[in-house]
Nanobody, 115 residues
Framework: QVQLVESGGGLVQAGGSLRLSCAATRSVVSFNTMGWYRQAPGKQRELVAVITRGGSTNDAASVKGRFTISRDYAKNTVYLQMNSLKPEDTAVYYC?????????WGQGTQVTVSS
């Protein structure tokens, strides 16, 4: 059974940093893509960053230059390093993995950025 478990969220002041982790129950390179999404109150879920099996990455324009997605094969974990956080980054962050045409989601982790 595929499971994704996020951790690392919390409360941080504007300008601060957080690193989110997404631990998978199988190798992260078995997924076609793995990514981070976020959903703020009253808004639709949006893509933040994605990494492909081959290692290519893509970031949303709103986080480019501030957030970095990476992975650790040995730990079966994908990370989202978030720097220079802004209040508008406040949201629940979800890990996603696409495997054999099916999407898998974690339970989400709250990130709150105070001004």
């Amino acid at each position: 059974q595929v499971q994704l478990v996020e951790s690392g969220g919390g409360l941080v002041q504007a300008g601060g940093s957080l690193r989110l982790s997404c631990a998978a129950t199988r190798s992260v390179v078995s997924f076609n893509t793995m990514g981070w999404y976020r959903q703020a109150p009253g808004k639709q879920r949006e893509l933040v960053a994605v990494i492909t099996r081959g290692g290519s990455t893509n970031d949303a324009a709103s986080v480019k230059g501030r957030f970095t997605i990476s992975r650790d094969y040995a730990k079966n974990t994908v990370y989202l390093q978030m720097n220079s956080l802004k209040p508008e980054d406040t949201a629940v962050y979800y890990c996603n993995g696409e495997l054999l045409g099916r999407g898998y989601w974690g339970q989400g982790t709250q990130v709150t950025v105070s001004s």
